[in-house]
C-alpha cells in the first residue's frame, strides 16, 4: 500500500519531548524520510534513512522504526519547532507522503 | 551549495499543459546518485509527489497523475522540467523541485515553490 498515516495534530510543552507517528506498509520494507514545513516556507530534511540527520539539523532531532511505524522525535521541544512535520516514503515505483502532522508548542 | 529555482507561468487555462522548468545551480545535474523531483501542494494541504527523473532520463511517475505528466531532463542546462496536460482547477497548487538522494525520498535541496493557478 502507499498510504502513509500521521496524526493530524500534536502539541508539547516547551522543552518537553514530543514524538511524531507515520505508519504505513511501505515502512516495513523502506526508511521514512521527515520534513518540516513553516508557513510560507518550503519543506526542510530533518532526518532521513536510518536515523541521519542533514548538516546543521539540531540533535534534539531523531528518527526511529518499528514494524510498520516510524516516529520523529524532539527531545526538549523549543517554540521554532512548531510548523508541520510530513514523513515520506517509497515503494519499487514511487514515493509518497503523510498527510502531515501540526505540531504546537505550548 | 546546490540551490534549485523554479520558473513558469502563474496562470494556466482549463484544459491546456501546464509547463514548468528547475534550473539547478551550484551542482552539475549529472552528479551520480540523485533524482530530481516535482512535488506539489494544495493551498492549506499536504504535499503530493508528482515525479522524478535520473539524469539518464529514467523517470517515474505518480501512477495517479501518469496519464497527464511528463518530466524531461537536459543536463546541457542544468534544468529539468515538469509539463502538466489538461489542467483543471484541481491542479492549481504550489509546485516544488526538489534534489531526491538516491529515488529514496529523501528530498535535501528544494526550490522555493511556485503558485500556478489554473483559471480562465
Not at chain 1, 47 to 64: A, C, E, H, Q, T
Amino acid at each position: 500500500s502507499s498510504e502513509l498515516t500521521q496524526d493530524p495534530a500534536v502539541s508539547a510543552a516547551l522543552g518537553q519531548t514530543v514524538r511524531i507517528t507515520c505508519r504505513g506498509d511501505s515502512l516495513r520494507s523502506y526508511y521514512a524520510n521527515w520534513f518540516q514545513q513553516k508557513p510560507g516556507q518550503a519543506p526542510l530534511l530533518v532526518v532521513y534513512g536510518k536515523n541521519i540527520r542533514p548538516s546543521g539539523i539540531p540533535d534534539r532531532f531523531s528518527g526511529s522504526s518499528s514494524g510498520n511505524t516510524a516516529s520523529l522525535t524532539i527531545t526538549g521541544a523549543q517554540a521554532e519547532d512548531e510548523a508541520d512535520y510530513y514523513c515520506n516514503s517509497r515503494d519499487r515505483y514511487q514515493v509518497f507522503f503523510g498527510g502531515g502532522t501540526k505540531l504546537t508548542v505550548l | 551549495q546546490v540551490q534549485l529555482q523554479e520558473s513558469g507561468p502563474g496562470l494556466v487555462k482549463p484544459s491546456q499543459t501546464l509547463s514548468l522548468t528547475c534550473t539547478v545551480s551550484g551542482g552539475a545535474m549529472s552528479s551520480s546518485g540523485y533524482f530530481w523531483s516535482w512535488i506539489r501542494q494544495y493551498p492549506g494541504k499536504g504535499l503530493e509527489w508528482i515525479g522524478y527523473i535520473h539524469h539518464s532520463g529514467s523517470t517515474y511517475y505518480n501512477p495517479s497523475l501518469k496519464s497527464r505528466i511528463a518530466v524531461s531532463v537536459d543536463t546541457s542546462k542544468n534544468q529539468f522540467s515538469l509539463n502538466v496536460s489538461s489542467v483543471t482547477a484541481a491542479d492549481t497548487a504550489v509546485y516544488y523541485c526538489a534534489r531526491d538522494q538516491g529515488g529514496s525520498g529523501a528530498m535535501d535541496v528544494w526550490g522555493r515553490g511556485t503558485t500556478v493557478t489554473v483559471s480562465s
